[in-house]
């Protein structure tokens, strides 16, 4: 499985910013997205996951502001990004495993984009 993350930017706190991940497709009857984030210095951070059945799970840090979802041809998943911090910046990532069973541990995800930069300004 191959992804390919694309729209990061830099923008200002509050702002709003739409990540995209184009993957292929999946031969896997389960299987689990995840959105994750690593800042400088610091270990990554899972921010939130979906599974085939749609289900979705977040990180405390951005319950409320950010959205994960999947496009209607399957093939691209997206993380809408709201009322953006200074802390919100980092390389997001996005993330596939072959199971439904979601977690934030990266050790869990078999396959992994090159990342995209987003840097919020204060």
Known sequence: VQLMESGGDSVQAG???R???????YTYSGYCLGW???APDKKPEGIATIDEDGR???GDSVKGRFTISRGSDNY?????MTSLKPEDSGVYYC???PYSHCTFR???YDFWGQ????????
Not at 19 to 25: F, I, R, V, W, Y
Not at 76 to 80: D, G, S
Not at 115 to 122: A, I, M, R
């Open 106 to 108: 990266t050790t869990d």
């Open 76 to 80: 691209t998943l997206f993380l809408e």
């Open 36 to 38: 994750f984030r690593q």
């Open 115 to 122: 990342g995209t930069q987003v840097t919020v300004s204060s």
């Open 19 to 25: 990540l995209s991940c184009a993957h292929s497709k």
């Open 15 to 17: 702002e709003s910013l």
């Open 56 to 58: 979705t799970f977040y």
């Open 95 to 97: 993330a596939a495993r």
